[in-house]
C-alpha cells in the first residue's frame, strides 16, 4: 500500500489591478512628491480646521442676514440685468465681426507666415487674461460704464471666435478652394464661395456659444466699474445690503440657466 | 423656345427667403435696440485714444525692480489653483455620485446634487470670493474655498457623465459576490472612472490657475491682490509686471495641461 499522495498545492496567484504609472518606483515618487507637495501649500496658505471653525458663526451670520432676498429695488436688478444683455449681444457681434478676419489671419493654410503669427499673438493675448483683467485696462483707458465693459467682451470674443474658427478653416477640404480659384477667381471670391460656406455652420454655432459665455462674463466684469448687474451687486455687497445681493444673484443664476439652456437648444439644432 | 416654359432659378424657396429675412431683421432690430439704449458716456469714448496712449506710457517701461515682490503672490496663485482643486474633488464625489442617474439614491438626492451643480457653476468665482472673504477673512483660505465651491459644479457634472457610461457588467459581477455598496463604488466604479478623473482633474487645474490670480481682487488672495495694490498706487508700470507674470503663468499651465490631456487621454 502506497500512501496516498498529498495534494500538490496549487501555485500562488498574486494578481494586481494595472496602474496609472507602470513604473514601482516612479510611482511612489509621484504620490510622495504630491502629498509633500500638499502639505508645504497647506502651510504655506495658513489653512487650518481652527480658522474654519472660527469662520462658521459668521457664515451663519451672513446667512442670516442675506434671506429672505430682498427684490425692494427691482428697478436696479432690471436695468442692470438689461444692461448685462446689451453688452452680451453688442459683443458677440463685434465680436464675430473681428473674429472671423482674425480666424483667416491664424490659418495656415490660406495665410502668409507673417499674417499667421501676428493672428495668433492677438488670440494669445486676448484669451490669455481673464476678463476681468482686460476690464479693468478699458475702464482705465475709457471711463466707468458700458461703453468699457462691451470693449472687453469684444476682446475676449474676437480672439476665441479667432482661435476655434481658425481650426475649422485648416481642416476644410482644399478641393473646393482649387475649384474655385481654378475659375480665375480672386482671394475674397475664394474666401466667400470656396471658404465660407464649409464654416458657416460652424460659425454660427460658435457665435451662439459665445453669446452664452459673454452673458456670464457680462454680469461679473461690473465688479471693476465696467457696467452691467455685476456693478449693482458688488455696490450692495459693499453697503452690506445682503439681501439685496442675493436677490440679484439669484437674478444673475436665473439669467445664465436660460442664456444656457436657449444656447444648448439653438446649437443642437443647427447641428 | 416655347413663351412660358422660361425657368429662373432660384436658390431659395419662397418661404425659405421669408424665413432668412425674419431672422435677419430680428437680429438686426435686437442689435438697434441694444446699441441705442446702451448707455455711453461720448466724452469718455472719444478721450479713449488719448487715456489709452496715457496709459501705455505709464505702464512701459515695466518696473522690473518689482519682480521680486511678485514671485510670493505667485506662488500662492498655483497653490491657492491646487488645493482649491483638490477641495473641489472632495466636495464634488458624493455630488457626482447622487447626480449620476445609476447610482443616485432616488429622485430627491438626484435633483438636489442637480440644484448644487447649477448654483456653484453659475456663481462666478469673484463673488465665491466675496462671499468667503466675509465668513474667512481676507486671505488665501477665502480664495481656495471660493476656487474650490465654484469648480464644485464642473467636476461634479464631468464625474457624473462617466459614471453613467460606466460598463454595467462589473458592478453586477461585483455584486454577486456579495460586496456592499461603498465596495462596489471602490471595486466597480472607481477604476473605470479613472482616467475621466484624472482628465478632468488636470484640465480643471488649468481652468482654476487663471481665475486664482484674479481672485486676489476681491482681497481673496493671489497676484490680484498686489494688483490691486499697484492699481490703487497708480503704479502702472508694475502692473506691467504683474500682468506678464499673469500671462506666463497661464501660458505655462496651458502647456503642460494640453500636454499632460494628450498622455491621459
Do not use: C
Request: charged letters at 15%; a positive charge; zero cysteines.
Amino acid at each position: 500500500m502506497t500512501p496516498p499522495v498529498p495534494p500538490t498545492p496549487a501555485p500562488e496567484l498574486t494578481w494586481e489591478p494595472p496602474h496609472l504609472i507602470p513604473n514601482f518606483w516612479w510611482r511612489w515618487a509621484t504620490v510622495l512628491g504630491l502629498v509633500a507637495y500638499l502639505a508645504y501649500a497647506s502651510t504655506a496658505l495658513d489653512l487650518n480646521w481652527a480658522r474654519f471653525v472660527h469662520g462658521l458663526p459668521r457664515a451663519w451670520d451672513f446667512i442670516s442676514r442675506m434671506v429672505p432676498p430682498s427684490f425692494e429695488r427691482w428697478e436696479l436688478i432690471v436695468s442692470g440685468g438689461l444692461e448685462s444683455l446689451r453688452m452680451a449681444l453688442i459683443s458677440s457681434f463685434i465680436g464675430v465681426v473681428i473674429g472671423v478676419p482674425v480666424a483667416v489671419g491664424a490659418s495656415r493654410n490660406l495665410s502668409p507666415w507673417y499674417v499667421y503669427l501676428l493672428s495668433r499673438g492677438y488670440i494669445a493675448i486676448s484669451r490669455t487674461f481673464p476678463e476681468v483683467i482686460i476690464a479693468i485696462l478699458f475702464v482705465k483707458a475709457f471711463g466707468f460704464g458700458a461703453f468699457a465693459g462691451t470693449l472687453t467682451l469684444v476682446a475676449a470674443a474676437s480672439g476665441f471666435i479667432g482661435k476655434l474658427l481658425a481650426e475649422d478653416i485648416e481642416d476644410i477640404d482644399p478641393g473646393q478652394v482649387e475649384a474655385i480659384r481654378a475659375t480665375g477667381a480672386g482671394g475674397m471670391k475664394v474666401l466667400l464661395y470656396g471658404v465660407f460656406p464649409q464654416v458657416l455652420p460652424r460659425l454660427v454655432g460658435l457665435a451662439i456659444y459665445r453669446l452664452d459665455i459673454n452673458l456670464r462674463a457680462s454680469t461679473i466684469i461690473g465688479i471693476v466699474g465696467a457696467g452691467g448687474i455685476g456693478s449693482a451687486l458688488f455696490h450692495s455687497f459693499k453697503r452690506y445690503d445682503y439681501d439685496f445681493t442675493l436677490a440679484i444673484l439669484l437674478v444673475i443664476i436665473a439669467m445664465v440657466m436660460v442664456a444656457e439652456l436657449v444656447s444648448t437648444e439653438l446649437r443642437r439644432r443647427i447641428q | 423656345m416655347s413663351e412660358g416654359t422660361e425657368q429662373v432659378w432660384r436658390r431659395h424657396t419662397r418661404q425659405e427667403s421669408l424665413q432668412r429675412f425674419s431672422i435677419q431683421f430680428g437680429l438686426t432690430a435686437i442689435l438697434v435696440w441694444a446699441v441705442a439704449t446702451l448707455d455711453i458716456y461720448w466724452p469718455f469714448a472719444l478721450d479713449a485714444p488719448r487715456q489709452a496712449l496715457d496709459l501705455a506710457r505709464r505702464m512701459v517701461p515695466p518696473d522690473w525692480a518689482f519682480t521680486p515682490h511678485v514671485l510670493q503672490p505667485l506662488l500662492e496663485t498655483i497653490n491657492i489653483a491646487t488645493l482649491g482643486t483638490l477641495l473641489a474633488f472632495v466636495l464634488a464625489f458624493p455630488i457626482a455620485i447622487m447626480n449620476a442617474r445609476n447610482t443616485s439614491y432616488n429622485v430627491l438626492t438626484f435633483w438636489v446634487a442637480r440644484v448644487i451643480v447649477v448654483a456653484t457653476r453659475s456663481v462666478n468665482e469673484l463673488v465665491w470670493g466675496l462671499i468667503f472673504v466675509v465668513i474667512f477673512g481676507p486671505g488665501a483660505m477665502a480664495g481656495t474655498v471660493a476656487i474650490a465651491v465654484r469648480s464644485i459644479g464642473f467636476v461634479a457634472k464631468l464625474l457624473a457623465e462617466a459614471i453613467e457610461e460606466i460598463d454595467r457588467g462589473q458592478v453586477e459581477a461585483i455584486e454577486a459576490t456579495g460586496a456592499n455598496r461603498s465596495k462596489v463604488f471602490l471595486v466597480a466604479i472607481l477604476p473605470q472612472i479613472m482616467p475621466a478623473i484624472m482628465g478632468v482633474a488636470v484640465y480643471r487645474l488649468d481652468i482654476n490657475i487663471r481665475q486664482s490670480s484674479v481672485i486676489g481682487l476681491v482681497g481673496a488672495g493671489g497676484l490680484g491682490i498686489v494688483l490691486t495694490g499697484a492699481m490703487n498706487l497708480f503704479r502702472w508700470n508694475r502692473v506691467a509686471v504683474i500682468l506678464v507674470a499673469i500671462f506666463l503663468v497661464v501660458v505655462a499651465s496651458e502647456t503642460i495641461s494640453a500636454a499632460l490631456r494628450k498622455r491621459v487621454t
